[in-house]
């Protein structure tokens, strides 16, 4: 079987995630889109090419999350900034339906929530749009509310949407969280 010839950028991004995902194995499917076989896992990449002027994308569809749990998120977004190659890096990098940089700051937002208390355990995403995040979250057995998170080009706002019917106290709980988070998420993302 001959080897495709993909777009550089794809290729680039590849060959990165193959290097840092040991033992994973490449599968060239078309000139635009590849797939990363790791066991019984596996990403799909696929390359939306320069269009009336519009840049180049790579969509990745990971729906195990190896790019999370190999700590991978940050290679794929210095391989969005990068500028010694502007031509291997893609405008725009989608991971799951969300932009490399939405997709960082949602991981960041979590494990910061759960740096606060074991008592939050993410549920389930319930929307994934570019640059916002919808999901659930519980927190202990008691309550299961929903988060927003957005990310602004100068800001990243979190918004706790929470039962009316919850008690009082653990509304107060996770609403000063969502204020703690939401500065420390600001201070590292937005440099504010």
Do not use: C
């Not at 290729?11 to 076989?37: F, M, N, R």
């Not at 195990?64 to 725009?92: C, F, G």
């Not at 994934?128 to 299961?144: A, Y």
């Amino acid at each position: 079987m001959s080897e495709i010839n993909q777009y550089a950028a794809l290729e680039y991004l590849v060959g990165v995630l193959q290097k840092a995902i040991i033992g994973s194995k490449v599968k060239q499917i078309t000139t635009d889109e590849s797939a990363i076989i790791d066991g019984n896992a596996s990403i799909r990449l696929k390359l939306l090419p320069e269009n009336n002027g519009n840049p180049a994308s790579i969509f990745i569809r990971d729906e195990k999350e190896i790019l999370y749990s190999e700590e991978l998120l940050e290679e794929v977004y210095k391989t969005h900034e990068r500028t010694d190659h502007p031509a291997l890096a893609p405008a725009n990098i989608m991971i799951n339906g969300l932009n490399i940089e939405a997709e960082l700051i949602f991981h960041a937002v979590r494990d910061q929530f759960y740096t606060l208390s074991g008592s939050y355990e993410f549920k389930k995403f319930i929307e994934r749009n570019n640059q916002q995040v919808r999901f659930s979250m519980t927190f202990g057995d008691e309550l299961t509310f929903e988060f927003i998170i957005s990310n602004e080009s100068d800001l990243v706002t979190i918004e706790a949407l929470i039962a009316e019917s919850a008690p009082a106290a653990l509304k107060a709980v996770i609403n000063t969280d969502v204020e703690t988070v939401s500065q420390e998420i600001n201070k590292q993302f937005k440099k504010g």
